[in-house]
């Protein structure tokens, strides 16, 4: 049957087809099965199918097969595959086939990836067809890259491919742009809309670094600025700075990657699903491979970064040491084996260097060992046998690369073994007792009353030995043999761990360590659960009758109900919100609450984060009533009044968007909701409903409602009044995004901006002189914020611009051409963007006092304090002449605020950069007034009437440069031609011709005081009568040249007529004398 495209019947046919082919495809064995690291979960890939898009993967099922036999296999499976599709109406097409074959060699114990070149002894893969023979396929080098999906990537992540490809689009956009007629506020529209989105796509998977990323980036941008209408030359930081910090505003590339890999991960971290399952192996790997405690993506990536071979989590890590950002995994600790264990390669960092370590660690990875105790006995202290030598180590569960070291790699670690116990190999103190099996593919332990020696391997086949008296024990080692029965029921209670030396011959115990005994749970009530971890902390005050037994009790029979309400006072503290669950029984008529408080920051606390920690703790709850009990639970009905948290727990699957506010507090609701038993049947209760109607007309929901929401009130005030706060480290969270120590709980994207903007922007206006580090926390940069976001493109543009001092003053103008750097307006030398709102210029010192009126307009009607207006008025009058603490009174009570607003100084005022301190005063004022403007309102409008007495400065300044008014010329423009005016009247009559020279009889006054048009018409008679006098003289002296040089040509024609006839006459004398000779003759004759 055939589908045509757009059909809606094409998705599920195209399911239910690959399905059936994969698993044909996996039930002949072929694909790949993955284990995690250390945890031991299994993942299994047969293929990656995307419509027509494949990719097969296949690995060595037996770690004995020659490299041969693998290609075979790999042939075999691409045959089947092949012949799977031409069953189902398919085929594979030659030109898009191709296969890499990731076989590696090692190198002075280094793997290295095998090229095709030294591939080309095995057989060549080929692809079966409908007709005709097979067809060979291309073997690719392993670094070079192939396009999926618009995505170019290679197996060994060692290539540009796709940053290649990102470049390409970047300047294919920018090719179009400069051919077209599009003006700057176009363009910014077609970056974010147009070019942005196409360049950054793929980028999640690139395996480049943030400095060769943003390089590349950032040379696009230099040829994108002027067609921004920005000078190229600006810097880079004020480029990319946020709008937040008055910078450009261009995504930086870098961080645009990383919260996308961010982001990549709070989607699929936790799930069971392929993606979810590889990013656990990805890291598992990573922390086997690195050797390093706890979670290493917090660590310095600079020092450590060397022991991790390159992949997505070890740029993920490079990314986010790059630009600050912390990532903390919640569970992925490897579970320590004993008290007092530790991680190996942690106590090789203090010892040796770099080059060192890596030696070290291939010898690790040889040797399988991550904790110390996999190298010692079970006594804790004496270093096993096979961990010297060159013998590779126990067999463990863990999964470590593959290594070849060399024979001075095993030198190295002898030496760094007795450097981390003793000369004598024996570690002290020694370890102590044993927490679990550890990782051991085979575990020996007794019972607690047992003189059986128990053999378990992979903890599923147990067998038992006892001490063999026919054989002579020695004073370190005992030996074993089988018990007749080979196979057991080993006790239940393991109460230690044995050391055996166990070889093909022979079975020796050696030494023995107690485990650790755990006391056993007792009958616990509900409320003694809920006061445990993990979920302890976030119970922080609960009032349930009877133990919560009858709870539980509800759930198994349907009848429980609850509803949870939050709680937001800013003017009480705007940094803490509350949340409170009010349950009852339909049955019964019992009533419990529970309730909690959170104290973050005033960016983050809300009446809509309070709604989400509601949800939370009434999901933590359900999970503490159900997680140690098999019964079958029924749905719960819930209510809550906030609409959007009813979304979020109904639709807990579904992914988060990125700039989801309180997404830290819903993903642990989402997970934790996920993990219950019984569904959550979630359904919207009005608020406040006891306002408008009495107790007992209200249904039970809206009852509940009522008390959640007075008990979440109490618990607010309660917490406020005591300083007791829940933890925000939630539950089930599973991973932690912070950035500078501070945690997300909104978009990434933003905060990761935000952070290392506020870093960035504070080094550089340290640089610059703007403000220094103290200064610059005194700046409202929310204000600041959100006044630049309610501008246009053009305006904000113009703020950075001005701010950077990268606008067209004439200094900058100097810098590549050969002008006047003086200010137009009063003639200052080297006049920069800080003298424009200084200029003392009569029209300009006008300008900034009219401004200054407006603005103290304003500010009366938004209900400031007299005396402050007036002297921001005398403050913008005066020009940046006086500070504002000479202005004020010396009694006035803005004093104090003065000092600071002068430290801030006058290119902060008038840029926009204003105090918290004048926002406290404001509000203050807009409270007293009873006015509804609020002071976010204000200070937007505020900043915004600043900016305009800086944009009308420059506006006037540029109508002497650059403003077209009279005649259609700019004031430098008639000046010019006043200038060359001045210069014509030196001219003399003589200086011009006879006919030109009644130009000069002219009224210099009437002249002076016309239109440029007739003093631009007066500079060209002059001139063409100035070149017609220049003309007339070339002429003139060319003239007599060439007079002199005919007379002289003339005298020597002259003499040389008369010597002609001087010759001609005694010729003619000669030939008459010969005639009369010749007559004579014939007369003689």
């Known amino acids: 049957m055939g589908l045509s495209q757009g059909s809606c019947a094409s998705p599920p046919v195209w399911t239910v087809v690959s399905t059936v082919i994969v698993r044909a495809y996996r039930h002949e064995g072929y694909g790949v099965e993955f284990r995690t690291a250390w945890s031991g979960l299994i993942i299994v890939i047969a293929a990656v199918l995307f419509v027509d898009n494949t990719d097969l993967f296949n690995t060595s099922l037996n770690p004995s097969w020659t490299e041969e036999q693998f290609a075979v296999f790999h042939n075999n499976a691409i045959h089947l595959w092949a012949h799977l599709l031409q069953a189902t109406g398919g085929n594979l097409k030659q030109s898009k086939c191709y296969y890499y074959m990731m076989i590696y060699r090692f190198i002075n114990g280094r793997a290295n990836l095998a090229s095709p070149t030294e591939l080309s002894h095995l057989p060549v893969a080929h692809i079966p067809q409908h007709e005709g023979p097979d067809l060979p396929i291309e073997l690719k080098p392993c670094d070079e890259p192939t396009e999926t999906l618009g ?127 590889l990013l656990r192996r990805d890291y598992e790997l990573t922390q086997l491979e690195t050797g390093l405690s706890g979670n290493f993506l917090v660590r310095d990536y600079k020092k450590y970064g060397f022991l991790a071979t390159k992949g997505w989590v070890k740029v993920l890590w490079q990314y986010c040491y790059y630009y600050g950002v912390q990532i903390e995994v919640e569970g992925m600790d ?71 070291p060399t024979s001075g790699d095993f030198a190295l670690w002898e030496t760094a073994l007795r450097a981390i116990t003793s000369p004598s190999l024996e570690l002290s103190p020694a370890l102590e007792k044993v927490l679990h099996d550890g990782f051991d593919k085979v575990v020996w332990w007794k019972g607690l009353s047992s003189e059986y020696v128990y053999r378990s391997e992979d903890g599923l086949r147990t067998k038992k030995y006892r001490v063999d008296n026919n054989r002579r024990s020695t004073r370190s080692k005992t030996a074993l043999v089988a018990d007749s029965s080979s196979t057991c029921d080993p006790p239940r209670t393991k109460y230690k761990l044995v050391s055996v030396h166990e070889t093909s011959s022979s079975v020796q115990y050696h030494s023995e360590c107690l485990y650790k005994q755990f006391p056993e749970e007792s009958n616990r009530s509900l409320v003694d659960k809920m006061q445990e971890p993990p979920y302890g902390s976030l119970f922080q005050t609960i009032h349930i009758p009877q133990g919560g037994d009858w709870i539980v009790e509800a759930i198994q029979h349907g009848t429980l109900m609850a509803v949870h309400d939050g709680s937001y006072q800013s003017d009480l503290d705007p940094t803490v919100c509350s949340a409170a669950v009010a349950l009852g029984c339909s049955t019964t008529g019992r009533r419990g609450v529970i309730s909690m408080a959170e104290k973050t920051d005033k960016h983050t606390a809300s009446n809509y984060r309070g709604e989400a920690l509601g949800a939370l703790l009434h999901a933590a709850l359900m999970h503490v009533c159900t997680q140690d009990d098999t019964s079958t639970f029924h749905p719960v009905r819930v209510g809550c009044d906030n609409m959007g948290i009813v979304k979020h727990a109904r639709d807990y699957r579904l992914a988060l968007p990125d700039k989801q506010k309180q997404a830290d507090v819903i993903r642990s609701m989402r997970a934790v909701i996920a993990r219950l038993p019984m569904a959550l049947n979630y359904e919207h209760v009005y608020a406040h409903q006891d306002e408008s109607r ?57 905060s990761i901006y935000d952070e290392w903007g506020q870093r960035v922007a504070q080094e550089l206006m340290k640089e610059r002189g703007i403000a220094d580090e ?3 926390n005194l700046i409202a940069w929310d204000a600041v914020e959100d006044a630049m976001a309610s501008f246009s493109t053009g305006f904000s543009t113009f703020v950075t611009k001005f701010v950077s001092h990268f606008g067209g003053t004439k200094k900058m103008i100097g810098n590549w051409q050969d002008t006047n750097k003086s200010c137009p307006s009063c003639g200052q030398p080297n006049e920069d963007m800080s003298h424009i709102t200084r200029c003392q210029e009569e029209g300009r010192a006008q300008m900034r006092t009219e401004s200054a009126h407006v603005v103290a307009q304003w500010l009366l009607d938004t209900h400031m304090d007299e005396e402050l207006v007036e002297g921001f008025m005398d403050y913008i009058i005066a020009g940046g002449t006086k500070q504002l603490v000479e202005i004020l ?16 100084g006058w290119d902060c005022f008038l840029e926009g950069r204003i105090s918290h301190s004048l926002l406290e005063i404001q509000s203050d004022c807009l409270h007293r007034a009873g006015a509804y403007m609020t002071i976010k309102t204000w200070s937007k409008q505020f900043i915004h009437h600043m900016l ?26 008639h000046d010019r031609v006043q200038n060359e005016v001045r210069a014509l009247l030196a001219v003399q009559p003589e200086d011009l011709l006879p006919t030109h020279r009644h130009l000069l009889q002219f009224d210099a006054e009437a002249l002076g005081q016309g239109s440029t048009r007739d003093r631009l018409l007066w500079l060209n008679q002059m001139e063409s009568a100035r070149e017609a006098k220049l003309a007339a003289s070339r002429r003139q002296k060319q003239k007599e040249k060439d007079r002199r040089n005919t007379s002289s040509r003339r005298d020597e024609e002259g003499g040389l007529e008369d010597r002609e006839r001087s010759n001609l006459s005694k010729r003619q004398r000669e030939g008459t004398s010969l005639a009369n000779r010749s007559s004579s003759e014939i007369n003689n004759g």
């Open 774 to 776: 103290h200064s610059f």
């Open 694 to 750: 009495g107790a007992e007309d209200l249904d039970d929901m809206e009852q509940l409602n009522v008390i959640a929401d007075r008990i979440a009130d109490n618990q607010l005030v309660h917490s406020v009044a005591h300083n007791e706060f829940a933890t925000s480290n939630f539950p089930d969270e599973g991973i932690r995004i912070l950035c500078n120590g501070k945690k997300v709980t909104a978009g990434v994207r933003q």
């Open 889 to 904: 009174d010396d009694d006035s009570e803005y004093l104090d605020y003065a000092e600071e607003h002068d430290r801030l």
């Open 334 to 404: 490897i579970p320590r084996p004993r008290e007092r264990d530790f991680p190996v390669m942690e106590k090789f960092l203090g010892l040796f260097e770099q080059p060192e370590l890596e030696q070290l660690n291939r010898v690790r990875h040889y040797k399988k060992a991550y904790w110390v105790s996999q190298l010692l006995e079970a006594n804790g202290w004496s270093v096993r046998t096979n961990a010297l030598g060159t013998s590779p180590g126990t067999a463990t569960k863990m999964d470590f690369p593959e290594q070849q």
């Open 151 to 277: 995505v170019f990537q290679s197996p060994s992540g060692e290539d540009n491919g796709h940053l290649l490809r990102m470049q390409e689009k970047a300047y294919d956009w920018l090719a179009r742009v400069n051919s077209s007629n599009l003006v700057p506020s176009e363009v910014w529209h077609s970056l974010f809309t147009q070019a942005i989105p196409s360049v950054r796509y793929g980028m999640v998977v690139m395996l480049n670094g943030p400095r060769e990323l943003e390089d590349t980036m950032m040379l696009w941008y230099f040829y994108c600025l002027p067609k921004l209408g920005v000078n190229r030359n600006i810097t880079a930081d004020w480029r990319w700075l946020p709008r937040r910090f008055q910078g450009l505003g261009l995504p930086n590339f870098g961080i645009e990657k990383l919260s996308e890999m961010i982001q990549y991960v709070l989607r699929h971290w936790g799930s069971k699903e392929g993606v979810g399952m």
């Open 948 to 973: 305009c007495v800086t944009h009308r400065q420059w506006t006037y300044r540029n109508a002497r440069t650059h403003l077209k008014k009279i005649e259609g010329r700019t004031q430098e423009d």
